[in-house]
């Protein structure tokens, strides 16, 4: 059997250096002298028992299956408890499933459920409850539940069943031999598919509660959650309260404080840091990282963590939508890559080491075959502004007949800093960049239509692997194809034949192809997940996906 380390969460308090006037929310208790057998005292810490914090905009229906944003699973993570949860260190820890079995031939994994697992009602949780929550999400289909695919594109008769009723679904290749087993039929070989059980997809669900076409039930604050924590109030325009569940078995060395949980909706930066400066909350999770690294460099409440994202430039090099003929040619789209020095773009966004340069697709933080993948890729394009001007030269394009683009992008400090290092730089090699925003929906509707010729792009880890990032070029991952090509598209598949180092050799020769040769996207830059916490709180587990389970957050009064 398979087993993965245990769920740990630890870590160390650091002494408080700075300290904010601030209100407390909740029961309060109070730093206690606790007498020894020698007649010394020590004193103990006074942990709140109401955690407060705020998300960065309103979250989506506490459904699983489809609230698998960025803000939404900072609400979710609280209230569920999945078969596994990303770690620390990037690693998949044990939670409901206790260890898997794969078969000789990698096209099954047998899953070990444990039975200390209970609904808020008091249920006990059992396999045939993950069954269902897999099948709700391929009834809601990939218009609803956008990471449906990790089931449609793995397991055997799954893209079938799309859309159909779950009473239906018999076929599925995902069973449950008893109460607490699940076996997953995957139709291809993919080594990394124990990877993706950490994703909301992968979540129960109580078949009374949540039926077919439906994710409402999830503004219902009396339906019943699996988590340590489960919502009694939900207002997701304003604040979710989360209170402890009372049949959560917590079978680790940890210790729970925390008996109400507060999930404040404030999706302006600058509120955020006020209401976290006036003590409103305990934990900001969005914030402007140049301002509150200026003001908190150093300090305890400052929380940068190593996270897998990058940051990029999308090139429309397609037939459609707003395409620019001359990213047709890939020497035009090399000459933009090498003009663009990216240190400057780190300088400018200001936040000493939060930010670093990035010269290909993937960032740091995923195993290669000797070290880091990215480290161990190396630079794909590089800085040469020389050879920027005799490429787009070579094209025709000159100070006297400068090649014009438009950067299309969501507007805020960090988007808005980016765009001007970008006009500048290119200006010195004669490209006009004409800057243009959208507001945020509209903006990911038009890059989804291909209505842009050069668009601004980021994402985090959806799992851990280098697929994550690399899938995003393949043309059956766009809503409207506009970069990658038939040749990428190929090389990826053929990785799913491959394991071990053969399979990070083939990873990185896609890449090189999709950035170094034929330079379908421009990358700029990777950085760390920057928060805020009140001094001396200990206990949240942050992983490198920018996210975080707040089960186990001690809190100092």
């Not at 002494?15 to 007498?35: H, N, Q, R, V, W």
């Not at 394009?381 to 299309?408: I, R, W």
């Not at 043309?475 to 038939?486: F, I, V």
Request: proline content about 4%.
């Amino acid at each position: 059997m398979k087993t993965l380390k245990k769920f740990f969460v630890g870590l160390l308090a650091v002494a408080m250096s700075f300290s904010l006037a601030a209100c407390s929310s909740g029961e309060k208790t109070t730093t206690t002298d606790t007498p020894t057998t020698d007649g010394e005292t020590t004193t103990e810490t006074a942990y709140k028992t109401t955690f407060t914090y705020a998300v960065g905009g309103e979250p989506n229906y506490l459904d699983p299956a489809i609230g698998s944003d960025s803000v939404t699973t900072f609400i979710t993570n609280q209230i569920y408890f999945p078969l596994f949860y990303i770690g620390t260190d990037g690693s998949m820890v044990n939670a409901a499933c206790t260890g898997y079995d794969v078969s000789e031939d990698g096209l099954t994994y047998t899953l070990h459920l444990t039975e200390d697992n209970y609904w808020s009602d008091g249920q006990q949780v059992t396999a045939s409850d993950y069954i269902y929550g897999m099948k709700h999400a391929l009834n809601l289909g990939s218009a609803d539940s956008t990471y449906v695919f990790f089931i449609t594109d793995n397991v055997e008769g799954a893209a079938e069943l799309e859309g159909k009723p779950t009473a239906e679904m018999d076929s599925l290749g995902i069973t449950a031999p008893d109460d607490f087993t699940i076996e997953f039929k995957l139709k291809k070989l993919c080594p990394y598919f124990d990877s993706l059980l950490a994703a909301g997809v992968f979540y129960p669900a109580r078949e009374e509660f949540v039926k077919d076409g439906d994710y409402t039930w999830a503004d219902d604050a009396s339906v019943p959650y699996n988590g340590p924590f489960h919502p009694t109030a939900i207002d997701r325009a304003s604040e979710i309260v989360m209170e402890r569940n009372e049949y959560f078995v917590n079978n680790t060395d940890n210790e729970i404080v925390v008996e109400k949980i507060i999930a404040k909706t404030m999706p302006d930066m600058d509120a955020e840091l006020m209401a976290f400066q006036t003590g409103e909350i305990d934990f900001a999770t969005a914030v402007d990282p140049a301002t509150v690294y200026n003001l908190y460099n150093g300090k305890d409440e400052l929380e940068a963590i190593d996270s897998v994202i990058n940051y990029y430039v999308m090139f429309n090099c397609s037939d459609v939508g707003g395409a620019n003929e001359a990213l047709k040619d890939v020497n035009v789209r090399k000459a933009i890559a090498y003009a663009i020095d990216r240190d400057q773009i780190v300088t400018a966004l200001d936040a000493g080491d939060v930010y670093y340069p990035l010269y290909g697709y993937v960032p740091k933080g995923f195993a290669g075959n000797t070290g880091d993948f990215r480290e161990e890729g190396g630079d794909l394009v590089g800085y040469d502004p020389e050879m920027s001007k005799q490429l787009l030269a070579d094209a025709g394009f000159d100070e006297s007949n400068p090649l014009e683009l438009t950067y299309y992008y969501n507007q805020n400090t960090m988007h808005d800093t980016v765009a001007a290092v970008l006009k500048s730089e290119l200006a010195k090699v004669n490209v006009n960049l004409t800057l243009k925003t959208g507001e945020i929906r509209t903006f990911f509707a038009d890059r989804n239509d291909g209505l842009f010729e050069l668009a601004r792009g980021a994402m985090s880890a959806d799992y851990m692997d280098v697929r994550t990032f690399l899938d995003m070029a393949l043309s059956s991952y766009q809503a409207t194809p506009t970069w990658g090509d038939a040749t990428y598209d190929q090389m990826i598949a053929d990785t799913d034949l491959l394991t071990g180092a053969e399979r990070i050799d083939a990873l990185h020769a896609a890449e090189e192809y999709l950035v170094g040769e034929q330079v379908y996207t421009l990358p700029l830059f990777g950085y760390k997940n920057v928060c805020l916490k009140k001094a001396g709180t200990t206990g949240q587990l942050g992983s490198p996906q920018g996210n975080y389970v707040f089960w186990y957050v001690h809190v100092p009064e």
